[in-house]
């Protein structure tokens, strides 16, 4: 998941990259999860997840942290439809996927890279979650 703040909301910017992050802490995580069908190469459907999850930023040398809200499409393989359970749980398998998605943040303390990949298992399969598409974080004060 990339994030890019808000330049209206930040200071003035200073040339060259931004500060290194030091720490991401994971903010309230809200039940934002929506089914979604993510178009994918030529008109192929597959199923996904929106993630949205608020953090604070923390650079290195700033004073505070930048509180972002990241967002990120992640698609599934295989198909969910392939597992019976998915049918009958699918309020249970998203919730499942994204709270996969904030642990992760949590435990390693960084923000996802867009070519990260994760694993979710529901019922007796093991998914693979591929970033299909990211939408810049908004960064407030």
Do not use: W
Not at 31 to 46: P, T, Y
Not at 73 to 99: C, G, L, M, S
Not at 114 to 129: C, P, R, W
Request: aromatic residues 6%.
């Amino acid at each position: 998941m990339a994030t890019t703040p808000d330049r209206s909301s930040s200071p003035a910017p200073s040339k060259g990259a931004p500060a290194p992050i030091v720490k991401v802490r994971p903010g309230p995580y809200k039940n934002s999860i929506k089914d979604l069908e993510v178009k994918d190469g030529a008109n192929s459907k597959h199923r996904g997840i929106k993630l949205v999850l608020p953090v604070d930023v923390l650079r290195k040398g700033a004073k505070e942290p930048e509180q972002q809200t990241l967002q990120c499409v992640y698609r599934f393989e295989p198909d969910p439809h392939e597992e019976p359970k998915y049918n009958k749980q699918q309020e249970a398998f998203y919730q499942n996927a994204a709270a996969c998605l904030v642990a992760n943040v949590t435990q390693h303390g960084k923000l996802p890279e867009v070519s990260d990949k994760f694993e979710v298992v529901f019922a007796k399969t093991t998914f693979i979650l591929t970033a299909c598409s990211t939408q810049s974080a908004t960064a407030s004060r």
